[in-house]
């Protein structure tokens, strides 16, 4: 039986600089509006910046719809939805008749508003077209970071990468990893650029065909016509940025949000043709169809798993903030 209207639940939120438990009401629902009861919410660096401003934190959930509103045609009860970072739009500006509601000027999305309604808890409230259904070959517990990770890097992928083109990606962290696998799978030849040596392997594994460590660029057989940058800092661009690493008229994807300018050779920059893609999480076609392509082409997350509870997110933030995540940390509610 779903809970009732004035039904107290835990949340998690930021509370004198961390993540503490405090509780909400879940509300009547609209006549579109899903219950979610979470079984497992994915752990995002984003989650990080909004611990100072005590919103309720989480935005990679999935869950068990358990009450639907009066007027619901896309869900039942028992189903498994998934969402939480885009939450709703006007449905009728440009943006929105376009497939491309991400952008809509009355969006909500995680952080902007809907401060009470976060994936961290026992309870989520989604808007029908905005959770989705998660296909049968996908796991709970990997679903979870597609919801926003997997999302942004395919959303940004798509795009541009074309099938039998060289996608070079930056960094093999919680962004990175699900680059490679979605690049490969798109047809592309993934070219990997790390720190470090012993991740070669694991790029490999992933679908890359080239592994380069950032001093080593200048060895690069041949140019990739599209690089993203999926690490937590911005390269050096001056070396990077050369037609013998990347391709004139390529593109340049930053998919992770470092703090500062993004200070790019204007010189190469023109003369090369260069373009640089801005790419948030994805509207709601593509993120429905990138959860049908993980599911079909066995793309899933590399994840750890930590208790839905204070003591689990204190440690898989501690993990996070450590850089030892390998590679997403997904929080699982009890019982699930």
Same mark, same amino acid.
């Given at each position: 039986?779903?809970?009732? %209207?004035?039904?107290?639940?835990?949340?998690?939120?930021?509370?004198?600089?961390?993540?503490?438990? #405090?509780?909400?009401?879940?509300?009547?629902?609209?006549?579109?509006?899903?219950?979610?009861?979470?079984?497992?919410?994915?752990?995002?660096?984003?989650?990080?910046?909004?611990? %100072?401003?005590?919103?309720?934190?989480?935005?990679?959930?999935?869950?068990?719809?358990?009450?639907?509103?009066? @007027?619901?045609?896309?869900?039942?009860?028992? @189903?498994?939805?998934?969402?939480?970072?885009?939450?709703?739009?006007?449905?009728?500006?440009?943006?929105?008749?376009?497939?491309?509601?991400?952008?809509?000027?009355?969006?909500?999305?995680?952080?902007?508003? @809907?401060?009470?309604?976060?994936?961290?808890?026992?309870?989520?409230?989604?808007?029908?077209?905005?959770?989705?259904?998660?296909?049968?070959?996908?796991?709970?517990?990997? #679903?979870?970071?597609?919801?926003?990770?997997? #999302?942004?890097?395919?959303?940004?992928?798509?795009?541009?990468?074309?099938?039998?083109?060289?996608?070079?990606?930056?960094?093999?962290?919680?962004?990175?990893?699900?680059?490679?696998?979605?690049?490969?799978?798109?047809?592309?030849?993934?070219?990997?650029?790390?720190?470090?040596?012993?991740?070669?392997?694991?790029?490999?594994?992933?679908?890359?065909?080239?592994?380069?460590?950032?001093?080593?660029?200048?060895?690069?057989?041949?140019?990739?016509?599209?690089?993203?940058?999926?690490?937590?800092?911005?390269?050096?661009?001056?070396?990077?940025?050369?037609?013998?690493?990347?391709?004139?008229?390529?593109?340049?994807?930053?998919?992770?949000? %470092?703090?500062?300018?993004?200070?790019?050779?204007?010189?190469?920059?023109?003369?090369?043709?260069?373009?640089?893609?801005?790419?948030?999480?994805?509207?709601?076609?593509?993120?429905?169809?990138?959860?049908?392509?993980? #599911?079909?082409?066995?793309?899933?997350?590399?994840?750890?798993?930590?208790?839905?509870?204070? @003591?689990?997110?204190?440690?898989?933030?501690?993990?996070?903030?450590?850089?030892?995540?390998?590679?997403?940390?997904?929080?699982?509610?009890?019982?699930?």
């Amino acid at each position: 039986m779903a809970p009732q %209207p004035s039904t107290e639940y835990t949340i998690y939120r930021g509370i004198e600089g961390a993540v503490k438990e #405090a509780s909400a009401h879940i509300k009547p629902l609209g006549p579109k509006e899903i219950l979610v009861k979470i079984t497992h919410s994915g752990l995002c660096g984003t989650d990080l910046a909004y611990v %100072p401003y005590g919103i309720a934190l989480g935005h990679e959930g999935v869950g068990i719809v358990e009450a639907i509103g009066s @007027d619901v045609t896309q869900f039942e009860i028992g @189903d498994r939805a998934g969402g939480g970072y885009h939450r709703k739009s006007c449905e009728h500006c440009s943006y929105c008749l376009s497939g491309q509601d991400i952008w809509c000027y009355e969006r909500s999305i995680y952080g902007e508003e @809907d401060y009470a309604n976060g994936t961290f808890g026992e309870y989520y409230i989604g808007t029908e077209t905005y959770l989705h259904k998660i296909p049968e070959g996908l796991t709970s517990e990997h #679903a979870a970071p597609l919801q926003c990770a997997g #999302a942004t890097v395919y959303n940004a992928l798509f795009s541009v990468a074309k099938p039998a083109e060289r996608v070079g990606i930056i960094g093999i962290g919680g962004l990175g990893h699900l680059a490679i696998q979605f690049a490969r799978k798109l047809g592309a030849e993934v070219v990997v650029f790390s720190t470090s040596r012993s991740k070669e392997e694991e790029a490999k594994e992933f679908g890359a065909s080239e592994f380069y460590l950032l001093e080593d660029i200048d060895k690069v057989k041949k140019p990739v016509n599209v690089l993203v940058i999926a690490g937590n800092r911005y390269p050096d661009w001056k070396k990077f940025l050369v037609k013998e690493v990347v391709a004139r008229a390529g593109t340049i994807i930053p998919l992770a949000a %470092p703090n500062g300018n993004i200070s790019l050779p204007a010189f190469r920059m023109f003369f090369d043709g260069y373009n640089v893609l801005s790419s948030l999480v994805a509207s709601r076609a593509k993120h429905e169809e990138m959860l049908a392509f993980a #599911a079909s082409h066995d793309i899933k997350p590399t994840i750890e798993q930590f208790d839905l509870s204070e @003591d689990g997110l204190q440690e898989a933030i501690a993990k996070l903030k450590s850089n030892n995540m390998r590679y997403r940390g997904v929080l699982v509610a009890k019982g699930a």
